[in-house]
């Protein structure tokens, strides 16, 4: 009985699974990013998941596999994160990581490439013949190029030269008016300052993709630009891992900022196979196999000295968890 836990910046999923791959139970929770939630939050998120899913599938995991969000970008509390997962399922094997690595497991089923997030934060999580290596992720501050919190901060910076003429007004006034309830422009920066949280934030870029359809030139080119920071992640990763001039490499790509009816996937998509014309830098983008969650319990398996048959990761697949 294998548990896979995807920690993310907004929503932590957990899934119960046997070895063959049926799903036995499913939950969700809130975030995982410690920064926000505090050390005691992200173990009292976990015990709280562990719990849900052992009561709805009638049995407990016999190993467990984590994905937390910011794990290995801080020394100073680096330790304590790596013991979390262990505390809230003892008495079991748990392997822990970068939440990355499950998009990476769920994405390529366990096979080399490149796995591009773009969610609240964005980076990649890269393979090839035995080296590892992630690209961004520098988070919200000064990195995290192309995110939904990179798009909601340039979309709500564009809002404010709207407003304040210093850029021609578009659609995006009305659409961010409407969901803030605003009465004066100036309000907006009261709402976003009492209520900073990270996962908030970025839902602000749903503004930016709204105003972007409806026909915002300016915020159309925002998700443009985002388009443009991804690619640059996918070659940078494939560059650092050393992949050879002409061979390709497989991507595929998790989070919000990259769904099928978005418009940031498909320009992505069109840059990314401009690239490879002159074969130097191949990159065949694929959709994910499965969500990062079921690819946790791939690596709960290998936690367990266990390597998931291939029909049991078609079956975990076939399980639409998204």
């Not at 799903?23 to 009292?44: C, F, K, N, R």
Request: aromatic share 4%; net charge negative.
């Amino acid at each position: 009985m294998f548990l896979g836990v995807d920690g993310g910046g907004t929503k932590t999923a957990f899934v119960l699974a046997d070895e063959h791959g049926r799903v036995l139970a499913t939950h969700q929770e809130g975030s995982l990013y410690h920064p926000e939630v505090g050390l005691d939050g992200v173990l009292a998120t976990l015990r709280r998941g562990a719990e849900a899913v052992a009561r709805a599938a009638g049995v407990a995991p016999t190993a467990a596999w984590v994905g937390l969000p910011a794990f290995g970008e801080d020394s100073r509390v680096q330790a304590r994160l790596e013991a979390l997962p262990a505390e809230a399922f003892p008495g079991i094997p748990v392997g822990r990581g970068n939440d990355l690595e499950c998009s990476h497991a769920g994405a390529l089923g366990g096979q080399d490439g490149i796995s591009l997030v773009a969610g609240t934060g964005s980076m990649t999580w890269g393979t090839w013949q035995g080296r590892a290596v992630r690209c961004g992720g520098w988070g919200e501050v000064f990195g995290d190029e192309g995110s939904a919190y990179w798009i909601a901060r340039e979309g709500l910076a564009l809002f404010s030269r709207m407003s304040d003429g210093r850029a021609e007004r578009g659609i995006l006034v009305d659409i961010v008016r409407r969901r803030a309830n605003l009465g004066a422009d100036l309000d907006l920066s009261g709402q976003v300052v009492s209520d900073a949280a990270r996962s908030g934030f970025a839902a602000w870029a749903t503004a930016v993709h709204e105003a972007a359809v409806a026909g915002d030139v300016d915020a159309r080119e925002i998700l443009d630009r985002a388009a443009r920071e991804l690619a640059q992640l996918v070659r940078a990763t494939r560059r650092i891992l050393g992949v050879p001039a002409g061979a390709t490499i497989v991507a595929s790509t998790s989070g919000s900022v990259l769904r099928d009816d978005g418009l940031v996937l498909p320009e992505l998509r069109r840059l990314l196979a401009a690239a490879g014309i002159d074969g130097s830098s191949r990159v065949e983008l694929r959709a994910p196999l499965m969500a990062p969650a079921p690819g946790a319990v791939t690596l709960a398996a290998r936690t367990a000295g266990r390597e998931l048959s291939p029909d049991a990761v078609a079956a975990l697949a076939r399980a639409g968890l998204g």
